[in-house]
C-alpha cells in the first residue's frame, strides 16, 4: 500500500526560470490591476505588455539551463 504522506514529487516547476517569470508577471498583474482601478489606459496596456515579455525572460531561462532539469538547474531538499 503507498503511503500517501510521504509521496514523491517532481520540482513541479519550482526554478529559478519559473520564478522568475512569476514573480515579473505577479508585479505587471499587480500593476495594471491599480492602473484600470485609477483610468489609466496606457499603464494598464504597458503593464500587459511585461505580462508577455515575463513569459519570454521564463522561457529564455528555460533554454539557458535554469529551469526543471537544465544543467543548470539545483533541485532543493524537502523537508
Same mark, same amino acid.
Given at each position: 500500500?503507498?503511503? #500517501?504522506? !510521504?509521496?514523491? !514529487?517532481? @520540482?513541479?516547476?519550482?526554478?529559478?526560470?519559473? *520564478? #522568475?517569470?512569476?514573480?515579473?508577471?505577479?508585479?505587471?498583474?499587480?500593476? %495594471?490591476?491599480?492602473? &484600470?482601478? &485609477?483610468?489609466?489606459?496606457?499603464?494598464? *496596456?504597458?503593464?500587459?505588455?511585461?505580462?508577455?515579455?515575463?513569459?519570454?525572460?521564463?522561457?529564455?531561462?528555460?533554454?539557458?539551463?535554469? %529551469?526543471?532539469?537544465? !544543467?543548470?538547474?539545483?533541485?532543493? @531538499? !524537502?523537508?
Amino acid at each position: 500500500m503507498a503511503d #500517501t504522506q !510521504h509521496e514523491e !514529487h517532481d @520540482a513541479e516547476g519550482n526554478s529559478i526560470a519559473a *520564478w #522568475t517569470a512569476v514573480i515579473i508577471m505577479l508585479v505587471a498583474f499587480a500593476v %495594471g490591476t491599480a492602473a &484600470f482601478c &485609477f483610468d489609466l489606459p496606457v499603464v494598464v *496596456w504597458i503593464a500587459a505588455g511585461f505580462e508577455v515579455i515575463g513569459l519570454i525572460v521564463g522561457q529564455i531561462l528555460k533554454r539557458m539551463g535554469y %529551469g526543471v532539469g537544465g !544543467h543548470r538547474y539545483v533541485p532543493k @531538499a !524537502h523537508s
